[in-house]
T-cell receptor, first 113, second 112 residues
């Protein structure tokens, strides 16, 4: 099925470990996004890529890095995980730019102990 | 800076009753407005969007929302709630050239 695929679905890390969350879309969308969801906080934008070759910080970028590997793939890296990064992470993409409806992946549930 | 406020973190209705989920936005320029729904352990699905066309927007599953500039509101309604409507609902706003900013969400419970 066409859509946004995130891997892994679940992950437990120890404080200080690093990992990369993968995201791929097969809809030929130009723009891609990473959000984190925390109880009572809604979704907060971490980073986004308006088009291939560009990335920009969102509301909560500290502790994260991103790579827009190609038009399909947009990865999120935690260099040194902290318990405050325990969250559910969502990747999304949009066809016609920042102002149109986003298609979301099913999320990665990350726990940092 | 743009922002969105969802009034009421939790709304409970009976099956068949009117659903009203409130959203107010803050934007210095004409905004784009969206409602998304999230079922447990799933990603978000787009319910409907306002992009400066008709002020009354119809979405999926019988939901609709009305853009009221004078009240800076974009409330979500459904005439008759169904058990399957129980989920978390998010209002979101953006301006030209910016990514979506989400509200904190409203959990809708539907009782029989």
């Amino acid at each position: 099925n066409a859509g946004v695929t995130q891997t892994p679905k679940f992950q437990v890390l120890k404080t200080g470990q690093s990992m990369t969350l993968q995201c791929a879309q097969d809809m030929n969308h130009n723009s891609m996004y990473w959000y984190r969801q925390d109880p009572g906080m809604g979704l907060r934008l971490i980073y986004y890529s308006a088009s291939e070759g560009t990335t920009d910080k969102g509301e909560v970028p500290n502790g994260y890095n991103v790579s827009r590997l190609n038009k399909r793939e947009f990865s999120l890296r935690l260099e040194s995980a902290a318990p405050s990064q325990t969250s559910v992470y969502f990747c999304a993409s949009s066809e016609r730019g920042l102002n149109y409806g986003y298609t979301f992946g099913s999320g990665t549930r990350l726990t940092v102990v | 800076a743009q922002s969105v406020t969802q009034l009421g973190s939790h709304v409970s209705v009976s099956e068949g009753a009117l659903v009203l989920l409130r959203c107010n936005y803050s934007s210095s320029v004409p905004p784009y407005l969206f409602w998304y729904v999230q079922y447990p352990n799933q990603g978000l699905q787009l319910l409907l969007k306002y992009t400066s066309a008709a002020t009354l927007v119809k979405g999926i599953n019988g939901f609709e929302a009305e853009f009221k500039k004078s009240e800076t509101s974009f409330h979500l309604t459904k005439p008759s709630a169904h058990m399957s409507d129980a989920a978390e609902y998010f209002c979101a706003v953006s301006q030209a050239g910016t990514a979506l900013i989400f509200g904190k969400g409203t959990t809708l419970s539907v009782s029989s």
